[in-house]
C-alpha cells in the first residue's frame, strides 16, 4: 500500500493534506496512491452545495458546521473556486468564512481551483473527496463555484445536492432554463427575512407539479444563515434523503452510474494527456497551428489517427 494511504488510514492529516496536493498537482503517482486510497473508503454522506454566486453558499456551510460539530460528527469541506482563465490563479475566498473552525480537528477544510475544468469541477476534486472519505470523515460537503455547468456537475460526484436560491434574485427563470432543477433534491432558499419568499416558493413548488418527480421529491426549506435560522431543518432534509437512498435502490443506482462516467473521465484523461504529448513532441504539428486557415477538423483526424497508429 501506498505509504500515504497507509498514514491516512491512521488518520494523519498531514497525510490527508498531502495526498489531496498530490493529485491536484497530477504527481505521477497519483493513480496508484487513489487505487489504494479507494481500497479503504468509508460511508460518508458527500452532500453538495451549489447555487448562484451570492446566495449565501459559504456562510450557510459555516452554521451548518456549527450544527454538525455539535453532533459530535466530523466534517469535511472541499470548497471549489473558480480560476481565472487569464492568470490561472483562484480566490480561494471561501476559508475566510469558515475562520473560526480552522482550529477544530473535527473539521478539515479545503479550497481548491477548478483549473479550468469543464464543468467547473475539476477531477481533482473528485480525488480530494475519496482521499477525505478514506481518511473516515462522517460528512463531506462539496461547496461549487455556481457558476457555467458546475451546478450540473455536481450531481456527479455527490449523493445528496442541495441548491441555493434567494428569493427576488431572478435564479427561478435561469435555473428552469438551464435544467438546474433536475439535480436537486433540496431547494435551500436562504435570505428568507427578504420579501419574495413565498414567490419564490410558490414557484418552486409548481415546478415540481409539472414535472412531476418520480420517487424523492425536493424538499424546500426556509434558511437565514446570518441569524442562524432553518440550519436544523436543513440537516433534517439531508438526513431524510439519505434515508430514502438507504432504503430504496436509488442509492445504489446513484453510485454506480458515478463509477461509470469516473471510469469513462479516467479513461479520457489518460487519452488526453498521450495524444497531447504526441503533438507537443512533433515541432511540425505545433507550426501547423500557427496557421490561421488550417482545418482544425482535419488537423484532429489526422492526429488522432497517427496517435493511434493507423
Not at 491536484?24 to 460511508?43: G, Q, R, T, V, Y
Not at 468564512?97 to 481551483?113: E, K, V, W
Request: with cysteine.
Amino acid at each position: 500500500m501506498h505509504p500515504l494511504a497507509e498514514r491516512i488510514k491512521q488518520k494523519d492529516m498531514r497525510a490527508l493534506a498531502r495526498a489531496i496536493s498530490m493529485v491536484e498537482s497530477d504527481h505521477p503517482d497519483k493513480l496508484a496512491l487513489m487505487s489504494d486510497i479507494f481500497s479503504i473508503k468509508k460511508s460518508a454522506h458527500y452532500i453538495g452545495i451549489t447555487g448562484s454566486p451570492g446566495a449565501g453558499k459559504s456562510s450557510l456551510i459555516n452554521r451548518l458546521l456549527t450544527h454538525l460539530r455539535k453532533q459530535e460528527l466530523t466534517v469535511a469541506v472541499i470548497a471549489v473556486d473558480p480560476t481565472s482563465p487569464f492568470s490561472g490563479g483562484s480566490l480561494l475566498g471561501d476559508r475566510t468564512r469558515m475562520n473560526q473552525h480552522f482550529l477544530d480537528p473535527g473539521i478539515f477544510i479545503r479550497s481548491m481551483a477548478t483549473r479550468g475544468s469543464l464543468g467547473g469541477l475539476a477531477r481533482a476534486t473528485k480525488d480530494a473527496i475519496r482521499v477525505c472519505d478514506a481518511y473516515g470523515f462522517d460528512v463531506i460537503l462539496v461547496e461549487t463555484v455556481g457558476v457555467g455547468q458546475s451546478e450540473l456537475d455536481i450531481m456527479k460526484v455527490v449523493d445528496t445536492t442541495g441548491l441555493v436560491l434567494t428569493p427576488n434574485s431572478g435564479d427561478v427563470l435561469q435555473i428552469f432554463k438551464a435544467g438546474i432543477m433536475e439535480i436537486a433534491d433540496l431547494f435551500i432558499i436562504n435570505k428568507a427575512d427578504l420579501p419574495g419568499v413565498v414567490k419564490l416558493k410558490a414557484s418552486l413548488e409548481e415546478y415540481m407539479m409539472i414535472a412531476d418527480p418520480k420517487g424523492w421529491r425536493p424538499l424546500i426549506v426556509r434558511t437565514v444563515s446570518t441569524e442562524n435560522k432553518g440550519i436544523e431543518e436543513l440537516w433534517d432534509g439531508v438526513s431524510r434523503h439519505r434515508s430514502y437512498l438507504y432504503e430504496t435502490d436509488q442509492g445504489e443506482k446513484r453510485r454506480q452510474q458515478q463509477l461509470q462516467l469516473e471510469v469513462y473521465e479516467l479513461i479520457r484523461e489518460e487519452i488526453w494527456r498521450e495524444v497531447k504529448e504526441h503533438v507537443e513532441e512533433d515541432q511540425e504539428k505545433l507550426q501547423a497551428v500557427s496557421d490561421p486557415e488550417a482545418d482544425p477538423y482535419k488537423l484532429a483526424r489526422s492526429w488522432y489517427q497517427q496517435w493511434k497508429g493507423d
